[in-house]
């Protein structure tokens, strides 16, 4: 009873009950998640061995923690524990007081410390790392896995202390603290980062890291043999420079304004620098690399890149849901290899590669049309199942039409690319691991062309015209519109995008095997498309990066519990909790953040899904 | 000949049993509820596990049997429910809330399908494994040259005695008149006193649970699989649409029509993977001829 009366003060309500637990079971829920693989001849021993692992009790921590952040936000918020807000009034000189302002920012800060602590104890927790397959940091596996969760924290954490502003009211003359300052907080986690990257080797496989030296000695370091790491720099620096200047010269006169720190304007000249900057890092970085991760990160990233911005003309650009996109991906692939001569069924004429990407281009896009055409007159969410069904049927064709693709056991070698014009040869080895970085050339010559056409066919009238029939179907009608028309281009492009994506990626894989083409990409392509950003090909591009490198580095070192085959649970709780908060995605594209917010305040659509439902359903 | 017609009849059931959780989730949110075919799956999985703690004995008599089938439809029935009423609340309702695009909602569904597809395959691994079956096998006979076995029959009377009471429940019951008052215009609808939330929950759950049995059947008539729930509903969705989306006896009749569709050409061709492409082939035909299937959209709007 006393108990009670001693936490009486926070009057616990119902809510409270319910948020606690949430969180608690929010942690169970991980607990689980993270468990080991169970199987069904023991499943509850697999469960109850999940559940009694060691890190599973640091979960449940972290969940109790959770919900004690959670009622203590909530109480803040309803008034009945006092605001830290007035605390940070009363004493000026506490070291935050720049920072800590409203109530929310000081439970984003003590969310935030919560995280690291919960992180730390999750890391105390679970077992030892597991060593690499480079088998560097046998000695310090404990150090380096407590490590990673340090860092999450701290990521977190700074992610929470990100929206500092100062308090409208109070306007401390005071200057900033360091978090206070978010030019000082960008430059301070870029320097961190880079020291981080050079000390922790088993984040980034470059060969400029101290470890490597440490181990091969300076001489294996090609970055600074290169002359043109040079030139790239020069470049780079001079843009870079022209650009900052004019950018400062341009936010002079606007200084007098409250600055947003959310929505910074980019010049043209910082874009260029930064799209010269990406096409140098796309560009250089792999050499720097050793070939293993030439080939798993870079070419898997760039075929994840080809299909991501083919599926964004779809998802983003048009605003409808491609569920079958696999499928055009396989029809590439398979007309390829059957014009190379790799399936049971011969071609009247053999190709090479290159000739037959057109001939992928036409399959792939005729499908396209042939799919999207008596689909998209009706309501737009009947293209969603209309494509998961042709992607399962064009899974269960290439497994099971044996005479025709070789079935599950996979094709003849796929032929490469070649090419002899003059005095210029091109010849691919796509399986040789010395042709790993030519491979990822060619690629980028395909990803970035295409990335240009696809740029200024958003700006474009096609783009205009996407963009009228997602915000209002009807309004665009009225103008004279043909939706349909537009929808079924979209719908064509990505599939022919994808067409091309297989026939490149078939080469790489060498022979086919219908395993390669099961649903599971089309999800994995969607979530590249939506975590990014859908519409932003920036955003779709780095979501497509990031989450390809996330996925490899999981393989190397496993969180927690996590095996390859998990990664679909995660990427599915993504797309939920992407739909949830942040429907734009990570690096949003304006218009379609403009849209998002539009929809939710009634106006709108933001999708082309036929007419929306009639008014809110809640 | 007979056989594959019986054959179609009897796996059409179980889809139509599925097709109504699309219809009814339908009728009332506009939507495809993607996230169906784990609704399946854990019916399935419950099933599964029911049978396998009560079905110890080597020597079970036959009300007893009777007793562990019945506890079974509950079982997975209640866990399909369960999992529906989950999905609607973490994949649809903060999403209702906002009044956001249909985009967002079927993104969100297919990502809660993954997640608990995936799930399921980590705990409970990512064979196979068999069911144990409470019905008996010894017992079967033979009509106009089909045989037909005591599973099929327990089939038929689950599944219309099923269908009775939804329809009862939807036609004459009180959360039914939400359901169609819903249905018909949400807004109007809650202005007159119907709780939208409460109502939306209870139509998943009646989809849920019979979508939960239909993955007992699936289960006892083949196998268990973290990935089981993914053709079969497809091909559900396919039998509501053929039926007419958001029609309540659309839905049974679709799904034995489109088992009959197809199973009767397999008998011709003999290859039995060839179901489910004929099954879309259906699908987009019916898009393409009668968008509106066989028996109108009585609860949604026309296309």
């Not at chain 2, 029609?247 to 039995?272: D, E, K």
Request: charged share 10%.
């Amino acid at each position: 009873m006393k108990f009670f009366e001693r936490i009486a003060w926070l009057k616990l309500d119902g809510d409270d009950l319910r948020l606690g637990l949430t969180c608690f079971f929010s942690g169970v829920l991980l607990a689980i998640m993270t468990g080991p693989e169970g199987n069904l001849v023991q499943p509850v021993y697999a469960f109850q061995h999940s559940l009694f692992s060691s890190h599973v009790w640091g979960f449940l921590i972290f969940g109790v923690l959770l919900a004690a952040a959670s009622i203590y936000r909530r109480k803040v918020r309803t008034g009945v524990i006092r605001s830290s807000r007035t605390v940070a009034r009363r004493k000026p000189r506490a070291w935050l007081s720049d920072v800590v302002f409203s109530a929310d920012l000081t439970t984003k800060l003590v969310t935030g410390v919560i995280a690291l602590i919960a992180a730390v104890i999750i890391a105390d927790f679970t077992g030892p790392f597991v060593p690499d397959k480079m088998g560097f940091h046998q000695i310090f596996s404990q150090f380096s896995h407590t490590r990673t969760y340090g860092y999450i924290a701290i990521i977190f954490w700074l992610l929470n202390a990100y929206r500092v502003r100062r308090h409208p009211k109070t306007q401390s003359t005071r200057s900033p603290s360091f978090l206070g300052s978010p030019g000082a907080m960008i430059v301070g986690g870029a320097l961190g980062g880079l020291l981080f990257a050079l000390c922790a080797d088993p984040w980034l496989p470059v060969r400029f890291s101290f470890k490597y030296f440490a181990l091969h000695g300076p001489s294996d370091n090609v970055f600074f043999h290169h002359w043109t790491t040079y030139l790239w720099t020069l470049v780079g620096l001079m843009v870079g420079v022209q650009a900052v200047n004019k950018k400062k010269a341009a936010a002079r006169p606007a200084s007098s304004r409250v600055r947003r720190v959310r929505h910074v304007k980019v010049s043209q000249n910082t874009r260029l620098a930064l799209y010269g900057g990406a096409l140098f890092v796309a560009v250089e970085m792999p050499k720097f690399i050793s070939p293993y991760w030439q080939e798993s990160i870079f070419q898997q990233i760039g075929i994840f890149c080809l299909l991501a911005i083919g599926l964004n003309v779809v998802v983003g650009f048009a605003g409808l849901l491609d569920l079958g996109y696999v499928a055009f991906y396989a029809l590439g692939a398979y007309t390829n290899a059957y014009l190379t001569n790799a399936l049971p069924i011969h071609p009247p004429f053999v190709l090479n590669a290159f000739f037959s990407i057109p001939f992928a281009i036409l399959v792939a896009m005729v499908a396209g049309v042939l799919l999207g055409l008596p689909t998209l007159r009706l309501r737009g969410d009947y293209l969603a199942i209309v494509t998961l069904g042709f992607g399962e049927i064009i899974y269960v064709l290439a497994s099971n039409l044996t005479s025709i693709t070789d079935g599950a056991g996979g094709t003849g070698p796929v032929g490469s690319f070649s090419m002899h014009i003059g005095f210029a040869h091109f010849a691919l080895n796509g399986l040789a691991i010395t042709d790993d970085l030519n491979f990822y050339y060619l690629l980028l010559a395909f990803i970035v062309p295409i990335l240009f056409l696809f740029n200024s066919l958003n700006h474009s009238k096609v783009g205009r015209t996407w963009a009228a029939i997602r915000e209002d179907e009807v309004a665009a009608a009225s103008l004279g519109i043909n939706g349909l028309k537009y929808k079924v281009m979209a719908f064509a492009i990505g599939a022919s995008t994808s067409g091309v994506a297989g026939v490149l990626s078939s080469v790489k894989l060498g022979s086919l095997f219908p395993s390669d083409f099961a649903l599971q990409v089309s999800i994995f392509v969607l979530v590249l498309v939506i975590f990014g950003g859908m519409a932003s090909i920036t955003g779709v591009l780095i979501g497509a990066a990031f989450i390809g490198w996330i996925l490899q580095y999981l393989i190397f070192h496993s969180f927690i519990d996590y095996q390859d085959a998990d990664k679909f649970m995660y990427l599915g709780a993504i797309l939920v909790l992407t739909m949830i908060f942040r429907p734009q995605g990570m690096l949003p594209s304006k218009r379609r953040q403009r849209e998002f917010q539009d929809s939710d305040a009634g106006l709108g659509s933001a999708d082309a899904m036929g007419t929306a439902p009639e008014g809110p359903l809640s | 000949m007979a056989s594959y017609f019986v054959l179609g009849i009897f796996t059409g059931l179980i889809y139509s049993m599925v097709a109504l959780g699309y219809t009814l989730v339908y009728g009332v949110l506009r939507l495809i509820n993607f996230a169906h075919s784990e609704v399946l799956m854990s019916g399935g999985f419950a099933g599964y596990f029911f049978l396998r703690f009560t079905m110890h004995a080597t020597h079970i008599s036959t009300p007893v049997r009777v007793l562990i089938l019945l506890g079974g439809i509950v079982a997975s029935g209640a866990v399909g429910a369960i999992v529906a009423i989950a999905i609607e609340r973490f994949a649809y309702r903060p999403l209702r809330r906002r009044n956001a695009p249909k985009l967002t909602y079927l993104i969100s569904a297919i990502g809660a399908s993954y997640f608990l597809l995936n799930l399921a395959g980590k705990e409970f691994g990512r064979d196979p494994s068999a069911t144990a079956q409470p019905i008996t096998q010894s017992f079967s006979f033979t009509l106009w040259g089909a045989q037909i076995t005591a599973f099929d029959l327990v089939l038929l009377g689950v599944t219309a005695v099923l269908f009775l009471v939804v329809n009862t429940l939807v036609s004459k019951s009180k959360v039914g008149r939400s359901i169609r008052a819903v249905a018909q215009d949400a807004e109007t609808a809650s202005l007159m006193g119907v709780n939208v939330n409460t109502t939306i929950a209870s139509t998943f759950a009646i989809g849920g649970f019979m979508g939960g049995v239909a993955g007992l059947f699936i289960a006892m008539s083949s196998n268990v699989d973290y990935n089981m729930g993914f053709t079969p509903a497809l091909l559900a969705f396919t039998a509501a649409v053929l039926g007419g989306i958001g029609n309540i006896r659309g839905a049974m009749v679709g799904g034995v029509v489109l088992g009959i569709f197809m199973y009767v050409p397999i008998y011709w061709i003999h290859q039995p993977f060839y179901e489910p492409v004929i099954g879309f082939a259906v699908l987009v035909l019916v898009l393409l001829f009668r968008p509106t299937g066989l028996f109108g959209e009585s609860l949604g709007r026309s296309a």
